[in-house]
């Protein structure tokens, strides 16, 4: 049984407890919020506090908050040589205090606060100093059913980097779709099928292989036609922007 | 039963033939290609030709040939009066001739020639002249399986452009993601469950409503060690238009 105390009790931190909660091999013996109320509704099932020098001794303290607020918050644990890892993408493992055994658990996926979460969807990137921390953080990630990775110093913050343009770029994207669409009050219903078989085919391909259209091509007209639809200059500078890179990528 | 000519050997020909073939309702009585190798392999099971002036009666005249061949094959058609239609999205519903019923049965969905297409996830947009037309194309994309829209001159073009933002600037965000992280020597599998999720999350809530991340929160400090990170102009130039494209969405 790993007895975990976490810290935090934003989006990552909820999901986590709840995962944590269904696993049977993981015990969260406490959870740590500098402010109560966000945590009161679970007092019931899970010892809570709000002050660091009441935390109970336990395998792996699991840091959720901000990413500012990892080193402060490490640097007032009241204890030396435990595991304390914090869950972000970006900030470093060296945020958390020296005094600490460091790691870091990151899971790689975009959290809804309404959505229970499917842990056999995120992949955990494992960073730690010392082997022994990274095989108890890879056995804790196996407990919620999660697959897990080993990453380093450079690697996660070049996937968190990654995980900001298939997410939030791909995202926005989607959202430009629906404007041209709506503007001419059409469905976006329509497309999301193709966004679903687009997001599809790069599992079993490469993101190179997979590509088609009037950029890769350099079908000189349908680009053509397609600038004169586009009235919106930030629209159009992006059209502009990806064609030019598809047509990079492929050689013309 | 519907009688069915089908002009043209690509992607979206062969895989029309194919889905026809399995509906009890529709007939291809007639395979068209100008070069008569690409469908030889039907000749069993369907009449080949590649002479127009071979082609016999149906209710519908399919043209799968590039845009820009529609114009000169529908002329050269030996009869008027039927209804004939192209399955292009950028191209006229009057770049048919004149003399015939024109109509447009766009297949809204990406097609790769090995995979075999799952007609329930094609989405086909349609345009005619006349009410009994669309009726007849209506019922034609129902017998594949299909939700068929009905939609007019601008739209589809309309919808074609953002198909093109959907799929092909989307893949080609995969494709820098795929860059980023193999540089790093990180695993682009890692991004796998993202990029099904963010895809997934726009078939429930808007893209407006579905954005997360650092240029929404406008997080200055991720994403300046987001640019420190890219060393590579052309990622950079998208990163930056694309977090300023969502600042500008969400109100900064």
Redesign the interface.
């Known amino acids: 049984m790993i007895k975990i105390v976490l810290l935090g009790a934003g989006n990552v931190a909820t999901h986590l407890y709840k995962g944590f909660k269904k696993a049977n091999t993981v015990n969260v013996v406490q959870w740590y919020n500098r402010n109560l109320k966000s945590i009161e509704t679970y007092k019931n099932e899970v010892k809570i506090t709000d002050n660091v020098n009441n935390l109970i001794e336990a395998d792996v303290y699991i840091i959720a908050v901000n ?2 607020a990892i080193p402060e918050l490490s640097s007032t644990l009241p204890f030396e040589n435990r595991l304390v890892v914090h869950t972000s993408g ?1 900030a470093r493992l060296y945020d958390i205090d020296q005094k600490l055994y460091r790691g870091v658990f990151y899971p ?3 959290f ?1 606060k309404a959505v229970d979460l499917d842990f056999t ?3 955990i ?1 494992i960073e730690t100093l010392r082997k022994k921390d990274f095989k108890l953080l890879e056995t804790l990630g196996q407990s919620l059913g999660c697959v897990t ?1 080993k ?2 110093p ?2 996660r ?3 968190h ?18 404007e ?2 709506e ?21 079993e391909v ?3 292989i ?7 091509r350099n079908d000189k ?2 680009i053509k ?2 600038l004169k ?2 009235d919106n200059p ?1 629209q159009e ?3 502009k ?2 064609t ?3 047509k ?2 492929h050689g013309h």
Chains 1, 2 share one sequence.
């Open positions: 990413d500012d970006s790689l996926q975009t809804s969807t995120v992949p990137c990775y990453v380093n450079k690697q913050p070049a996937l980097l990654a995980a900001v343009f298939v997410n939030n770029f791909t995202n926005q994207i989607y959202r430009i779709a629906h041209i669409t503007k001419q009050g059409a469905e976006f219903d329509i497309l999301k099928p193709l966004i679903t078989e687009t997001a599809r085919k790069v599992q490469s993101p190179y997979a590509q088609t259209g009037p950029a890769k007209k349908t036609r397609h639809l586009l930030d500078a992006i059209y922007l990806m030019e890179s598809i990079k990528t």
